[in-house]
């Protein structure tokens, strides 16, 4: 069947002017196995994660009727138990929430520094810095965020009792679940880098072998500390054993976190970063994320161009994406932080219509700009967090991307309480004019200060049109999370994809710094790169980039299609419906 034809809201949304037929003949461009691609269906409600098993606890929540809170918060316990190398309970995150009717929120759960940290902290005995410290250390783990912010979204829109939404994580963790081929490969590559922690390496393997695919992972500390947090709430993580426990690992290895820092510990609510493209209303994360800022100023510069016409993948399209990644993220480096400690952050000038107009006009249309060579570059960043979309039959939705930061996170669990640390406090900058040509950043905004929380590039991101919810997007990635978010979303109202499509779709990233484009292998054609070559990019391969999770809704025919994304194993979309054809 060719999706093309039974979607026809798709070929209304196109903006090429060109009639369905004709459409039709043109040639995909990229895709996965250079076929168009079913995207799943519901009529009621939908969750799409990273982990199919965690997905099918938030929906089945949607089926007990609950709202979309209550599923995110299920399936965010879940992921984990299920999805250890980014689902968490001692990392952050953000929620971005949009009621069907309401204002919309964005939950903040980043990590904080702890009370004692400082910005010269990962400084070594000659005072160098070092990686090490900044990255693998336990002086890298940030007071977690993620329990507080997943019960304050519930206490404030969910509808379900707290243990109902708890209770399939202790039981996922206290029985069990197979491990699939992904997880056990995953397992027994982080092995090495959990051999100086004996917790984790009981809890990840056989004594130090590694799990088999459909072997049973079971972790019965992490159902303990689970069980705590279904009995007592935020204190259940915060206050009593669990935090006694993070406090002692952490006094036993030089860690700063105190029970002081647990106890201190609140997420906060914010206001979702506004912007439009094309007529549909995006919101997405404010800071301390980067995500929305950035996210909206590109699209504003983006408008200004006929996306459509040049087509998906067009050297013109992707030189213009360039062009405005590398504006949006100088202005990441240079302005934003935590907006508790910067309290100045230009973010309506970095958002407004008339910014993006005087950037449109520093572009040429077949030249390449050059980064300035200043001392700007990006931290060193993971590249597991994971993201997940979630829409529930009244048309609300929560779009939550959380994280250890890299994969498995400082690669640190708890002895006795089964969970992972963050390793998160890698993502403020390494040291006060660190920045270097090698790559560092020192910048004062995202200094590491007392109780401050760290730069993010996490962009949850829903979009409206008419007031009406249209799309549910978000990926991991580390910093090239804004530049995949936006991409899915110009795949669907530039070039008319459907979900999978657009999560499907091949991918490019520019950060300013280093000046060059990053697109994913055998995605485009020679010839176009060739075309951006002579524009004057510089260009460089990347395997894959993030692994978006979207839902769309298709207004007129009353139907959500979800998206997953292929390019890392175990993901999948879990739908409330009886018939899950959404028919
Ligand atoms: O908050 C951030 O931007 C990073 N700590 C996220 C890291 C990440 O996305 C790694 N992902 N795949």
Redesign the pocket.
């Known amino acids: 069947m060719n999706l093309r034809l039974w979607n026809p809201e798709r070929a209304r949304r196109s903006r090429s002017g060109m009639p369905a037929a004709l459409l039709l003949a043109l040639p995909l461009t990229a895709g996965f196995a250079g076929a168009e691609s079913a995207a799943i269906r519901a009529r009621q409600g939908m969750v799409v994660s990273q982990s199919a098993i965690a997905s099918e606890v938030g929906a089945q929540v949607l089926r007990d009727g609950g709202n979309a809170v209550d599923a995110a918060v299920a399936t965010a316990f879940a992921m984990a138990v299920t999805h250890p190398t980014?689902g968490n309970i001692g990392g952050g995150g953000f929620l971005v929430w949009r009621p069907a009717s309401g204002e919309p929120l964005a939950y903040d759960f980043r990590e904080k520094a702890p009370a004692a940290a400082h910005p010269e902290m990962w400084l070594d005995e000659n005072g160098e810095y070092s990686f090490q410290i900044h990255h693998l250390s336990h002086k890298a783990v940030g007071v977690p965020g993620t329990v507080a912010g997943l019960r304050l979204a519930w206490e404030e829109q969910g509808t379900m009792p707290w243990e109902r939404l708890v209770r399939p994580a202790v039981e996922l963790a206290r029985d069990g679940f197979p491990i699939s081929h992904g997880l056990a490969g995953s397992l027994a590559r982080v092995l090495e880098r959990m051999a100086p922690y004996p917790a984790s390496v009981a809890q990840f393997s056989k004594d130090g072998t590694p799990y088999g695919p459909g072997e049973v992972l079971r972790q019965p500390d992490l159902a303990g500390s689970l069980e705590r947090i279904l009995e007592n709430g935020t204190a259940g993580f915060y206050e009593g054993e669990t935090a006694e426990l993070l406090a002692a690992e952490m006094a036993a290895n030089d860690g700063l976190i105190t029970l002081e820092d647990l106890k201190n510990y609140r997420a906060v609510v914010r206001e979702p970063i506004r912007g439009e493209y094309r007529g549909y209303e995006i919101l997405s994360m404010p800071p301390p994320s980067s995500g929305g800022t950035a996210m909206v100023q590109m699209l504003n510069i983006l408008e200004g161009y006929d996306i459509a016409r040049n087509g998906f993948g067009s050297a013109a399209n992707m030189h213009l994406m360039a062009e405005a990644m590398r504006r949006a993220y100088a202005d990441r480096a240079l302005h934003l932080g935590d907006p508790d400690f910067n309290p100045g952050i230009p973010i309506d000038r970095l958002t407004s219509k008339a910014y993006a107009e005087d950037l449109r006009a520093t572009i040429d249309p077949e030249r390449a700009s050059v980064s300035s060579p200043s001392s700007f570059e990006w931290n060193t960043?993971?590249?597991?967090?994971t993201h997940f979309s979630v829409v529930d039959k009244d048309r609300n939705a929560v779009s939550l991307t959380y994280?250890l930061?890299f994969g498995y996170g400082s690669g640190i669990v708890v002895p006795g309480a089964g969970f992972l640390l963050n390793n998160?406090m890698g993502?403020f900058n390494g040291a006060p004019g660190l920045t270097n040509e090698r790559g560092l950043i020192g910048t004062d905004p995202n200094l590491a200060e007392p109780n401050k929380r760290m730069l993010?590039?996490?962009s949850p991101t829903i979009v409206a049109r008419d007031g009406e919810l249209f799309m549910v997007t978000g990926t991991?990635?580390?910093?090239t999370?804004i530049n995949t978010v936006m991409q899915t979303i110009m795949n669907v109202v530039d070039h008319g994809m459907n979900a999978q499509e657009a999560v499907d779709a091949g991918r490019m990233h520019h950060q300013w710094l280093p000046d060059q484009i990053r697109y994913e292998k055998q995605m485009f054609s020679p010839d176009t790169l060739s075309i951006l070559e002579a524009y004057g990019h510089r260009l460089s391969e990347t395997e894959a980039q993030?692994a978006a999770e979207v839902i769309v809704v298709l207004r007129d025919e009353g139907v959500l299609e979800g998206g997953v994304d292929r390019r890392r194993p175990d993901g999948g979309a879990a739908v409330h419906d009886e018939d899950p054809s959404g028919n």
């Not at 960043?381 to 967090?385: A, F, P, Q, V």
């Not at 991991?476 to 910093?479: A, K, L, S, T, Y």
């Open positions: 980014a960043e993971g590249s597991e967090t994280t930061e998160e993502d993010s590039s996490m991991p990635g580390g910093r999370i993030g």
